[in-house]
């Protein structure tokens, strides 16, 4: 069973408009997590990374934020515009070492 | 910088052909990791580097995959015989340490194909 569920699997929005992509993990124990975009034909470019001290990152109109009580994080995007169409994988990692597991990603469509 | 960069960004081959991908980590990046992404999987962890030496090759699938890292600029995957079920998008990663709290730069990867 995979560690880290993201959902939707897919969601189509309108250019301008507000979307939230969720994340729940259960990697233990728990070292930080990280929002990926992934554009078609291109590797994953970070967008934030948190750890379990961090509740809230922001990087430009994307926000992220993380409970690690409840062991879910999302990512607000804000005002959407075009370019944000992509793959959106979330990665938690376990502590100290290199064993980051992903999520199978989400793929935002904005469209016109 | 030019970013991690990977060689070819296309590999079509047929089946039992030996592949070999490329990739020159970000200059000064101690580790290196190499990933497979299919639509099934997600990315998966095949192996990575830390100042050259293989640290974790658990999910090398079998020993048809072969990753050697010679020197701190350069590393190879390669699988031979080639299968159609190998066929994915390898992405090579670099980062400055060790560890997870280190940030990663993937490549652009390499799209394989294997008829």
């Known amino acids: 069973k995979n560690q880290v569920e993201q959902s939707p699997q897919s969601l189509i929005i309108l250019e301008g408009k507000n979307c939230t992509l969720q994340c729940n993990y259960t990697v233990s124990p728990f070292s930080n997590l990280r929002w990926y975009k992934q554009d078609t034909g291109r590797g994953p ?3 934030t990374i948190m750890t379990f001290s961090e509740n809230t990152k922001s990087n430009g109109r994307y926000t992220a934020t993380l409970d690690a009580d409840t062991k879910q994080s999302s990512l607000h995007i804000t005002a959407s515009q075009l370019s944000d169409s992509a793959s959106y994988i979330c990665v938690a990692s376990r502590y100290n070492n290199n ?3 992903f999520g199978a990603g989400t793929r ?3 469209k016109p | 910088d030019a970013g991690v960069i990977q060689s070819p960004r296309h590999e079509v081959t047929e089946m039992g052909q030996e592949v070999t991908l490329r990739c020159k980590p970000i200059s000064g990046h101690n580790s290196l990791f190499w990933y497979r992404q299919t639509m ?7 192996i990575y ?4 030496v293989p640290i974790d090759d658990s999910g090398m699938p079998e020993d048809r995959f072969s990753a050697k890292m ?5 590393s190879t995957l ?3 015989p080639s299968e159609p079920r190998d066929s994915a998008v390898y992405f090579c990663a670099s980062s400055p340490q060790q560890g997870s709290n280190y940030g990663y730069t993937f490549g652009s990867g390499t799209r ?3 008829v």
């Open chain 2, 78 to 80: 390669k699988i031979q």
């Open chain 1, 99 to 101: 064993d980051m597991r």
């Open chain 1, 108 to 110: 935002l469509t904005v």
């Open chain 2, 40 to 46: 099934m999987r997600g990315l998966e962890l095949l």
């Open chain 1, 45 to 47: 470019v970070s967008l």
């Open chain 2, 70 to 74: 010679p020197n701190a600029s350069f």
């Open chain 2, 112 to 114: 394989l194909t294997v």
């Open chain 2, 49 to 52: 580097f830390n100042n050259n």
